[in-house]
């Protein structure tokens, strides 16, 4: 039986993708040792909701009502990037993360919905607390991140005023490839609940 390697994201906007190709530049140019690491290609790059490994046929049916049943009711918000964030230390970074802000907890009530979708179809359930965030770039090997480099790069997304609206949640195929993963759209659902003023 085939498999298929999967995880629920949301997609980001070819203006937020943009502007974080600019932190990505700012970045480089205060680190240049980065410039070589696994950055995420601008297409590739999204906020991961959870990953659900490798999928037969009949689990990504499952996983797919499940979502579609999850996420019924839950209202388009938006976010906003908060800085950047050397995980899990700057002395020594394995990934750099865009931080996004969540003071309503509404990224945390959407991850987890998909968590508990995934339960439901006999998936395991998320071992790590939420922390909403958009991967940037994956080091080869661990590596020092300076303060002055993290801070020049805050001080672009400072700038930018960086905000995103999260109005759909997609669950991806993801195929690894020599150049780095392709990603196909396996199923969209538009999040269209009441404006969350409107439930108070």
Same mark, same amino acid.
């Given at each position: 039986?085939?498999?298929?390697?999967?995880?629920?994201?949301?997609? &980001? $906007? /070819?203006?937020?993708? %943009? +502007?974080?190709?600019?932190?990505?530049?700012?970045?480089? !140019?205060?680190? *240049?040792?980065?410039?070589?690491?696994?950055?995420?290609?601008?297409?590739?790059?999204?906020?991961?909701?959870?990953?659900?490994?490798? &999928? $037969? /046929?009949?689990?990504? %049916? +499952?996983?797919?009502?499940?979502?579609?049943?999850?996420? !019924?009711?839950? *209202?388009?918000?938006?976010?906003?990037?908060?800085?950047?964030?050397?995980?899990?230390?700057?002395?020594?970074?394995?990934?750099?993360?865009?931080?996004?802000?969540?003071?309503?907890?509404?990224?945390?009530?959407?991850?987890?919905?998909?968590?508990?979708?995934?339960?439901?179809?006999?998936?395991?359930?998320?071992?790590?607390?939420?922390?909403?965030?958009?991967?940037?770039?994956?080091?080869?090997?661990p590596r020092a991140l300076s303060h002055e480099s993290l801070t020049s790069a805050d001080t672009v997304v400072e700038r930018q005023r960086l905000s995103m609206s999260v109005l759909s949640v997609t669950l991806f195929a993801s195929t690894l490839t020599r150049?780095?993963?392709?990603?196909?759209?396996?199923?969209?659902?538009?999040?269209?609940?009441?404006?969350?003023?409107?439930?108070?």
């Amino acid at each position: 039986m085939s498999q298929t390697r999967c995880f629920v994201a949301v997609e &980001l $906007s /070819d203006e937020v993708r %943009a +502007r974080l190709v600019e932190v990505h530049s700012s970045l480089v !140019a205060q680190a *240049p040792e980065w410039g070589g690491e696994k950055w995420v290609a601008p297409q590739n790059v999204h906020l991961t909701l959870k990953f659900l490994g490798s &999928l $037969s /046929d009949d689990d990504v %049916a +499952r996983v797919r009502a499940g979502l579609r049943e999850a996420l !019924a009711g839950m *209202p388009p918000f938006s976010a906003e990037v908060t800085g950047l964030a050397a995980v899990p230390r700057p002395s020594r970074a394995s990934m750099v993360w865009a931080r996004l802000g969540d003071p309503d907890g509404r990224c945390a009530e959407l991850a987890a919905r998909v968590d508990s979708a995934a339960i439901a179809c006999g998936l395991p359930a998320e071992a790590r607390p939420f922390a909403p965030h958009i991967t940037l770039v994956r080091a080869r090997k661990p590596r020092a991140l300076s303060h002055e480099s993290l801070t020049s790069a805050d001080t672009v997304v400072e700038r930018q005023r960086l905000s995103m609206s999260v109005l759909s949640v997609t669950l991806f195929a993801s195929t690894l490839t020599r150049t780095g993963p392709v990603y196909e759209i396996v199923e969209s659902w538009a999040l269209s609940g009441p404006p969350a003023d409107a439930q108070e």
